[in-house]
């Protein structure tokens, strides 16, 4: 069964940083492009960032450019959004979702084109 979990959420000041992490079991993520999503309270889902299979393509939405970094370890099937200078209005719930990808460069920003994804964790950025 595949599954994709996050961690590493929770209280994070603003300026703070927090770094999640997205773990696959039941299947190997290095033939996987991943993700990252959420979704604030009232509003719909919005792409945050994703990579690339082989980790070399990398995209951010405008909003979180130069403050988040998405990265990938697939020797430990993990997944990994660095995020900086954190804004209130970032709180939110996020997601990482995969899909599986025969080429290595192609990255997905677009979450219908995703059909693994994680359960969420809650981020909330607050003083």
């Known amino acids: 069964q595949l599954q994709l979990v996050e961690s590493g959420g929770g209280f994070g000041q603003p300026g703070g940083s927090l770094r999640l992490s997205c773990a696959a079991s039941g299947f190997t993520l290095d033939s996987y492009a991943i993700g990252w999503f959420r979704q604030a309270p009232g509003k719909e889902r919005e792409g945050v960032s994703c990579i690339s299979s082989s980790g070399g393509s990398r995209n951010y939405a405008n909003s979180v450019k130069d403050r988040f970094t998405i990265s990938r370890d697939n020797a430990k099937n993990t997944v990994y959004l660095q995020m900086s200078s954190l804004k209130p209005e970032e709180t939110s719930v996020y997601y990482c979702?995969?899909?599986?990808?025969?080429?290595?460069?192609?990255?997905?920003?677009?979450?219908?084109?995703?059909?693994?994804w994680g359960q969420g964790i809650q981020v909330t950025v607050s003083s």
């Open positions: 979702a995969a899909r599986h990808e025969e080429s290595t460069a192609a990255v997905y920003s677009l979450e219908r084109f995703y059909d693994n």
